[in-house]
């Protein structure tokens, strides 16, 4: 006779912890291709018309989706509900999500010209201390000496990705502010997200947040008159990529993995996208890789387990 393997919690909750890690770290991976596609993409067009492109597919996509969900979802279930915004201050904080989101893109493009990669990738990778201090300051979040110590690790393993060639000088200072002012206005994108996130689903919130994203920032690409249009397929097949990959699944994903995890905890996690990113751009663009890498990259993660293992990581209530 066979023996009837019997179901316990522990099993349910590590085929549940499993699902999340898996999510997050695929869309860590599709992240990690933002770069790279960007990168290839301004061999025709700017880097802000790039981004236009990546958020007006993404909206057609994410419209779709919805129209879809909508045809399958009686009115007045939970699901239909949480796809709608119902109160002005709900579609209020989804615009300024898009356009913080968008000013944070418009920003760090800006200081790439105004400083070294090196400065900005360093500045930039503060986004989790800034989480954490505007959560804790406006949104009460608390955080215990595991969690912080985790984050302080990881910050200082992506610190080091850049820091060979950081450089202080008079000449960098406006490059520089602007790269700082881009991870804060990406931390406060990140708590506004986890707040929608408590009563709308995932859809609804990237569809927003990609529409009016891309009215934001049409104007302003016809301001800066760089190319607007690729010349190529390849070069259509690269912003398609980008809209698929990079927005509708990794950020998608980055949304989505809100409903379990903190967004200062989600902010620590993608420490390690410049590391993925540049292991993709050795295999794909052929550029260096250097011990500094390797050595950030166990610190992040050493980091990022240590965050991981705190109580802090988690939500502490699962609205949707």
Known sequence: MFEQKQFSFSDLRFNTDMFWAIAILVSLIALSFTAILIKLSEAEIGSNATVLHRLWMATIVFWVWEGVNSLKQPENTPEAVAKTPNTYQQKGLLILVAAISTASIVCWAWSLSQTSVANSTVLRNLTPLFTSICGWLLLNHRFDSKFIFGMGLAIVGALAIGWGDFNLGQSHLMGDAIALFSAFLYAIYLLFLEKLRTSLNTVTILLWRCAFGALLLFPFVLSTKESLFPSSYQGWLILIALAIVCQVIGQG????????????????????????????????????????????????????????????????????
């Open 253 to 320: 994903l980055l949304v989505y993995s809100m409903k379990r995890f903190s967004s200062t905890f989600l902010a620590v996690f993608l420490l390690l996208e410049p590391i993925l990113t540049a292991v993709f751009a050795w295999m794909i663009l052929a550029e260096n890789l250097n011990l500094v890498n390797g050595l950030a990259f166990v610190l992040i993660l050493a980091g990022i387990y240590l965050a991981k293992s705190s109580n802090s990581a988690l939500k502490v209530a699962l609205d949707n």
